[in-house]
């Protein structure tokens, strides 16, 4: 023993004291003493471990069999059973339940030789039980506050519930609202993005990872999935550096900085590799060029996938390609612990790269206390205690109110009188108690939202009539099966058709069923679907007092009801409190604030649609009446509704722009922002930039700040921005961040439809 080694194996003895939980003849046992450091105690469990222990830490396993029912005998659960015995599973997904996961931690802690804990892994989206609303409707929100309280609402519950990993924040920009995964998402906007990235990692994560309270995060899908061609789930994406670096890259950075504790790569190739299998991606920028410390998991079976793909040729290259790519947990495909030990035997995979993925894993486990208390997420009597507390009820409420979006309201038809009204509620969705709760909320039980109708009539002043007129779905709602859209049964529209005829007020709840987008949910249409439209159509002929509350988890092309409804709401899927969130803005308690964190298009042809486009050489008509110009022959250029579009009950007023580029480090905006209505009530501040002319073309307009703030009537206030090189550079096709002196225009608005503009020379 050379001293180096005398050294290694203090720390060794030092690291394995804490693992109090081992059971008798574990080799951890034989040493004792105290070191503090997790990169020495991850560096000295390592040397303990055997490749083949090594590589079950980067083996997950999804919840294979009733943990609490008998020991499985046969088959693909005995399999897992016993890897999980033998220390080759370094977590799982998909168990939930202090008592289950107690089940499978007590098997890898105290059954395995180094009784190394399991991290524990669920896509604890928007919520775990009590649900928040979708994360787009969340981003409509702006509030960044109420968004990290709502995934700490998340982290809580789900941490009670003996989770310890999230696979979440999911934050791919994505300007193509056909992909269903739009709802999972910030939306189209990487600068609004990167600070709801921020938000979502804070709030799951905390300040401390080891806290009870507190979970992994884990930004995904790196990268490029929400560029899948045609909005097609899992679809090829083909883009190039600019928009790589400028667009789909900010929020994974920004997330990364924020200390996310993990990534997960995506099922997609990008330009012609998978990303699974992208070394490009996973180890020359995420590991080396941002210096990321934790690890990457794959997305599930996304290592198999790559055969798919065309890329790997069967399991044993697929395993090579991912590790070697820098893939370091392997989900679902079973491929790293059938392949991984022979190929570092055959020398195809180098074991230094076996020992970083491992040391990863084992970094983040460290980090959240798992090594002092394997089982600290599994107390019964917290899991009762936590999960559904009234104050998760009431931020859950709070950030729904906030996402709802005001998209128009003509001739203040909102918000309704509280007493003395006959309200005819039409749709089924206004009765529905399990759609509100969206997509991707699966440890929540059905049934569990406030429906619209509990909503409104929880305002007893009124009289509140309801029929749904049509259903949306017919047959099963399931997470994992297709949905079937009512496309013909209109036989409800009679009784909806009378009780709007005698009502004062009409309020119509439209849209998508909660599981038509998310996972595997991209639509070639974004109408209302099924018979809605027509049913909508139908009650306008008899009352055309109408509130059109709509439901979605996507951007939808409701031109007709623009054109003809008088007032609209948009209240996505707002999860558990939804009904009591939309009655509170119907009735007028909660002044809408939302902005739409995505263009609505006017017609789904005009996909991907999105504000920071980039002028073409041909942007603009030549004279009326001439073809040769970028445009359609039957639609304009133009959305339905801009990004940064939202209205409210008081009205805002925009004025005095100033720009002060006397200090170039620091360009100071400054302009007034006025209630000019009757009501108190809450705006979103924005600011764009335009570089005029660049070395890569840059966006007709760049969201580079904004402020949600609350004014009284009449109430104004001065707003300030800074401008410096982060604001106004950006990535060239080299991926070199640089700033380029030359003309920029600063544009201010409460949407990206600006009202005040300003030129300056950057020098
Ligand atoms: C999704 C991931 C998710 C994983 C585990 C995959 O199908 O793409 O976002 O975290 O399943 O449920």
């Not at 070191?35 to 222990?53: G, N």
């Not at 979708?134 to 990290?148: F, G, H, Q, V």
């Not at 941002?290 to 290592?303: E, L, N, P, R, T």
């Amino acid at each position: 023993m050379n001293v180096n080694d005398i050294i290694k194996f203090l720390i060794l003895v030092a690291v394995l004291s804490s693992f109090t939980y081992a059971k008798k003849d574990n080799p951890i046992n034989e040493i004792d003493t105290t070191a503090s450091s997790i990169e020495i105690k991850v560096d000295s469990l390592l040397t303990l471990m055997t490749l083949e222990e090594k590589i079950g830490q980067m083996n997950q396993y999804n919840g294979f069999w009733n943990v609490t029912g008998p020991v499985p005998k046969d088959g693909d659960a005995a399999k897992k059973y016993e890897d999980l015995r033998k220390g080759y599973v370094g977590s799982m997904l998909n168990v939930t339940g202090v008592e289950n996961v107690r089940a499978v931690q007590k098997i890898a802690v105290e059954e395995s030789r180094l009784g190394i804990p399991l991290i524990i892994g669920f896509d604890v989206i928007h919520g775990f039980k009590t649900i928040s609303p979708i994360p787009l409707a969340e981003s409509a929100s702006w509030d960044l506050e109420a968004i990290e309280r709502s995934a700490q609402v998340a982290a809580e519950e789900a941490a009670a519930s003996g989770i310890n990993w999230t696979f979440a924040p999911m934050i791919d920009i994505s300007r193509d609202a056909r992909w269903g995964r739009v709802m999972e998402g910030a939306g189209e906007d990487p600068y609004l993005g990167s600070k709801i990235a921020i938000a979502r990692v804070k709030g799951f994560q905390g300040d401390d990872l080891s806290k009870v309270n507190t979970i992994a995060a884990c930004a995904k899908h790196f990268a490029g999935y929400g560029f899948s061609e045609s909005g097609k789930d899992y679809n090829t994406v083909d883009v190039g550096t600019s928009t790589l670096y400028n667009i789909i890259f900010p929020p994974f950075i920004a997330a990364k900085d924020a200390g996310v504790a993990t990534f997960m790569n995506s099922f997609n190739e990008l330009n012609g590799i998978p990303a699974t299998g992208n070394k490009y991606l996973q180890r020359d920028i995420l590991k080396s060029k941002w210096d990321f410390k934790g690890f990457m998991v794959s997305d599930w079976g996304s290592i198999s996938e790559m055969i798919n793909h065309k890329y790997a040729k069967d399991g044993k290259h697929a395993a090579e390609l991912a590790i070697n790519a820098g893939s370091d947990m392997d989900m679902e495909s079973n491929l790293y612990v059938k392949e991984l030990a022979g190929l570092v035997r055959e020398g195809k995979v180098k074991e230094e790269l076996i020992d970083d993925a491992v040391k990863r894993i084992l970094r983040v486990k460290f980090q959240l206390g798992l090594f002092d208390d394997p089982y600290k997420y599994c107390n019964e009597s917290r899991e009762k205690e936590i999960i559904g507390k009234q104050e998760f009820h009431d931020a859950v409420l709070d950030v729904a109110k906030k996402s709802i979006v005001l998209l128009k309201n003509e001739n203040n038809l909102l918000p309704l009188k509280k007493n003395g009204q006959k309200i005819a509620l039409i749709g089924a969705l206004a009765g529905d108690k399990t759609s509100p709760l969206g997509s991707w909320r699966i440890a929540a039980d059905d049934g569990t939202a406030v429906s619209v109708l509990e909503g409104l009539k929880s305002y007893s002043g009124n009289s509140i009539i309801y029929e749904k007129g049509a259903d949306v779905t017919i047959g099963k709602t399931e997470f994992i099966s297709e949905l079937t859209i009512n496309e013909t049964d209109t036989s409800g529209f009679a009784k909806a058709i009378a009780v709007a005829k005698s009502a004062d007020v009409v309020v119509m709840v439209l849209g998508e069923h909660g599981l038509q987008s998310g996972e595997g949910r991209s639509r070639v249409n974004l109408d209302l679907p099924g018979v809605q439209q027509e049913l909508l159509e139908a009650v306008y002929k008899v009352n055309k007092n109408i509130v059109l509350v709509l439901n979605n988890g996507r951007p939808l092309a409701i031109n007709w009801a623009d054109e003809h409804i008088p007032a609209i709401v948009e209240a996505w899927h707002l999860g558990t409190q939804s009904g009591h969130a939309i009655a509170q803005v119907l009735y007028g308690d909660y002044n809408p604030s939302g902005k739409l964190p995505m263009t609505f298009p006017k017609h789904v042809g005009q996909m991907p649609l999105y504000y920071n486009y980039k002028a073409t050489g041909r942007p603009t008509i030549p004279a009326p009446g001439l073809v040769f110009w970028a445009h359609y022959q039957d639609e304009v250029n133009e959305p339905l509704y801009p990004f940064g579009h939202g209205l409210s009950y008081t009205t805002f007023k925009y004025s005095n722009l100033k720009v002060d580029s006397s200090n170039m480090k620091e360009i100071v905006v400054s302009f007034d922002l006025k209630n000019t209505g009757k009501v108190k009530g809450k705006e979103v501040a924005q600011l764009y930039v335009q570089d005029l002319y660049a070395s890569v073309t840059r966006p007709v307009k760049e969201l580079k700040g904004f402020e949600l703030l609350e004014l009284h009537p009449n109430e104004s206030k001065t707003i300030k921005f800074l401008l410096t090189d982060k604001e106004l550079g950006f990535y060239d096709n080299t991926g070199q961040f640089i700033v380029e002196p030359g003309e920029f225009k600063v544009f201010i608005g409460g949407s990206s439809k600006t009202i005040l503009e300003q030129q300056f020379e950057l020098k």
